[in-house]
């Protein structure tokens, strides 16, 4: 199983931008999708957004048009580019490889996830 490692969080003010990567162990070439999540405090977690193996992405309503999720197969990398940041975006954002059906599934262990903390 790949072992996954995020990164790319810390404290931005309102309106800022990061990017946050996602390090595979191993090759992501063959794994059909992975997708972000997020869990603030208080609060369950919540899947983010999605990119299969072809690129198709999808994004939770909350962060559509603000944030872009990519992957580089050949650095075995996914990233989350997250735009226009809100206060409300603070959580802990975790990565994860999924299956998508009717219900998007999150597959692998939960890492240590890193946090994005938005100022106001």
Do not use: H
């Amino acid at each position: 199983q790949v072992q996954l490692v995020e990164s790319g969080g810390g404290l931005v003010q309102a309106g800022g931008s990061l990017r946050l990567s996602c390090a595979a162990s191993g090759s992501i070439s063959s794994i059909n999708a992975m997708g972000w999540y997020r869990q603030a405090p208080g609060k369950q977690r919540e899947l983010v957004a999605t990119i299969t193996r072809g690129g198709s992405t999808k994004y939770a309503d909350s962060v559509k048009g603000r944030f872009t999720i990519s992957r580089d197969n050949a650095k075995n990398t996914v990233y989350l580019q997250m735009n226009s940041l809100k206060p409300e975006d603070t959580a802990v954002y975790y990565c994860n490889t999924v299956a998508i059906t009717i219900v998007t599934i999150p597959m692998g262990s939960w890492g240590k996830g890193t946090q994005v903390t938005v100022s106001s």
